[in-house]
């Protein structure tokens, strides 16, 4: 039972550059969220998915997009990477409302 | 920004004493977390406390969570170096499925 699983662990990109980052959760759990942490702010929601084929927009979604195609995947698209968009990113799932998020160990992305 | 604030910001106490952090929030809630994030690591959840109830434990753990203040308190006693960490606290904001997270309170317990 691996939890959820990111996938790159690091990355450096050039400006303008495109990638995708993939989440996997192998709980069956509804609810999926995408974050990003720099330092200082703590974690910002990006995007979020309450279940299967469904996405919607967190607090910071420019610049980024996500698909949910599968009940266990997540992805999270840069479509024309910035500076800015340098930073932590971290993915989490959760089966229910009311019940803890469980997080990956992130994706360190830096963008030169 | 709609981020909660912890406070303090960063907290160094000696081992077997109480660490004491707060978080304050700036909308209704359904649910509040607490996290702690070792170093260069992911979230590991700690406690959840619902919008009806005031009070939790687990283990060294205590939360309080006060709905009409829209703060909320954790306290760690007994302190062990291995606490050393940051704490976040997290809010799931009424009518959504969204999260809120705190700034963050770094701990150290020095041995």
């Known amino acids: 039972n691996a939890g959820v699983t990111q996938t790159p662990k690091f990355r450096v990109l050039k400006t303008g550059q495109s990638m995708t980052l993939l989440c996997a959760q192998d709980m069956n759990h509804e609810y999926m969220y995408w974050y990003r942490q720099d330092p200082g702010m703590g974690l910002r929601l990006i995007h979020y998915?309450?279940?299967?084929?469904?996405?919607a927009k967190g607090e910071v979604p420019d610049g980024y997009n996500v698909s949910r195609l599968k009940k266990q995947n997540f992805l999270l698209g840069l479509e024309s990477a910035a500076p800015s968009q340098t930073s932590v990113y971290f993915c989490?799932?959760?089966?229910?409302?009311?019940?803890?998020?469980?997080f990956g160990d992130g994706t360190r992305l830096s963008i030169l | 920004s709609q981020q909660g604030e912890e406070d303090p910001q960063a907290l160094s106490i000696q081992e077997g004493e109480n660490a004491t952090m707060n978080c304050s929030y700036k909308?209704?809630?359904?649910?509040l977390q607490w996290y702690r994030q070792n170093s260069g690591r992911g979230l590991v959840h700690l406690i959840l406390i619902r919008s009806n109830e005031r009070e939790k434990h687990s283990g060294r753990l205590r939360v309080t969570l006060d709905t009409s203040k829209k703060s909320s308190s954790l306290l760690i006693t007994a302190s062990r170096a291995a606490d050393t960490a940051s704490y976040f606290c997290?809010?799931?904001?009424?009518?959504?499925?969204?999260?809120?997270f705190g700034t963050g309170t770094r701990l150290k317990v020095l041995a």
């Open positions: 997290a809010t799931e904001t009424s009518g959504t499925y969204k999260y809120i």
């Open positions: 989490a799932s959760r089966r229910h409302p009311n019940q803890p998020q469980h």
């Open positions: 998915s309450v279940g299967e084929g469904t996405t």
């Open positions: 909308t209704s809630i359904n649910n």
